[in-house]
């Protein structure tokens, strides 16, 4: 499988270059032991390989720029072969000045993934499952300089399908066990200059989309978000940057209980600091209502918080310290979850866009119930680059 997926990367990336093109190879070569792997609780520790490659490119001809990047990725499991993955996505970009005031883009992204999970631990036995996924993102946005700033609206569709999960031994027979859902959003942002920085406002509406077939099969429930806020952003010379965003969210849908808080406040705020060329800083936080790719059935009101340090020990070295925090409320249920990660990366630079990487991570994940939480720690090593 592999050598076949390299194979047709280079010969796309040839025929392209012979086009008039410039397309990269990339590549990542990593290698990770983690003590809780499956991230849940049962705490199994797992030595894994994992390895990808990719084409990128883009043309530009009278004013229009296609991109495009087909990338492919194995996950080798040694121990349990059902958790081995198999992905596979492609990227195309387009975007063109139609005037001096006036410009237009669209993206387009598809995955394949066929990954596997753990299903059930035994005393003497872990029963694991395959599934094969498939999600298609499309998004296209315009923006036009008029009364007095920049004004952009962008439409995006995301949707995810998810296949039946084929168990591993076979005590089962293949089964569904997740609903597809899809996720569609409209947003309208005006910026212009005031006080030194600049000023925006922003609506965006954002919606579930579940089968109504699915729904009460697979406890999955389509909601709506409608948000509108006030940002104010500024650079205080070369070394300082704030940016501070405030409004109001809301969810509405026929499975929103009543007593669940339908408007909150929306926040965001995020600060960078370079002290000097070596050495910057930064902290973030925002809170808002989740309609996809959930815990829950129907949304979440998540809380994050996350701090960075950027350091450059040497010419070619470089550490990095981030520490982040998420706080899910869930709205379906009545349940709670958070999560606190640490990540510490040492990264030294080989030249010629080549990168080696070690890296430290620990995840701490609560809920309401004791007997839900786990752990888990990581380590690995990564060779990352392209030509």
């Known amino acids: ?14 025929c392209v270059q012979n086009a008039g093109a410039d397309p990269r190879v990339t590549y990542n070569a990593e290698t990770n032991y983690d003590t809780n792997y499956f991230n849940d609780i049962n705490k199994i520790a797992v030595l894994s390989l994992r390895t990808s490659i990719g084409v990128e490119g883009d043309i530009e001809r009278e004013g229009t720029k296609f991109g495009y990047s087909f990338n492919h990725q194995e996950v080798r499991v040694p121990r349990y072969g059902f958790a081995n993955e198999h992905n596979s996505w492609v990227n195309f970009t387009l975007s063109r000045k139609i005037s001096d005031k006036l410009e237009w883009s669209a993206q387009m992204r598809g995955t394949r993934s066929d990954a596997g999970d753990i299903f059930l631990k035994l005393p003497d036995e872990v029963l694991g499952y395959r599934r094969l996924d498939h999600k298609f993102d499309v998004s296209t946005t315009a923006t036009l300089e008029a009364l007095g700033g920049k004004n952009t609206v962008t439409a995006s569709y995301t949707s995810l399908m998810k296949g039946k999960l084929h168990f ?36 965006a509406y954002n919606t579930s989309l579940i089968p109504d077939s699915q729904q009460q099969r697979y406890g999955r429930f389509p909601a709506t978000n409608l948000r509108g806020s006030l940002a104010y952003g500024r650079k205080f010379g070369n070394n300082l940057a704030v940016l501070m965003e405030a409004g109001l969210t809301t969810i509405s849908g026929n499975e929103v209980g009543n007593q ?27 809170q ?28 070619t070295l470089g550490f990095d310290l981030s520490v982040e925090r998420t706080h899910k409320e869930w709205i379906y249920y009545d349940d709670n979850s958070s999560e606190r990660r640490v990540v510490a990366t040492l990264a030294l630079d080989t030249g010629k866009n080549h990168k080696l990487e070690l890296e430290f991570s620990r995840l701490l994940h609560d809920e309401q119930d004791d007997t839900a939480a786990y752990r888990g720690s990581a380590i690995s090593s990564r060779f990352s680059g392209s030509f």
């Open 1 to 14: 499988m592999i050598p076949r997926i390299v194979i047709a990367l280079l010969v796309y990336g040839a």
């Open 168 to 203: 591993r031994p076979s005590y089962f027979l293949p089964a569904r066990l997740e609903a597809n859902e899809a996720l569609l959003g409209l947003k309208a942002d005006h910026i212009r200059a005031l006080a030194g920085g600049e000023v925006g406002v922003t609506v």
């Open 260 to 286: 669940v808080k339908r408007t909150r406040p929306y926040l965001r705020t995020e600060v960078e600091w370079a002290l000097n060329d070596r050495l910057s800083f930064g902290a973030a936080f925002s």
């Open 288 to 315: 808002d209502y989740a309609l996809y790719d959930l815990d829950d059935a129907l949304g979440e009101f998540q809380r994050r918080w996350k701090a960075v340090m950027k350091t450059k020990l040497t010419k």
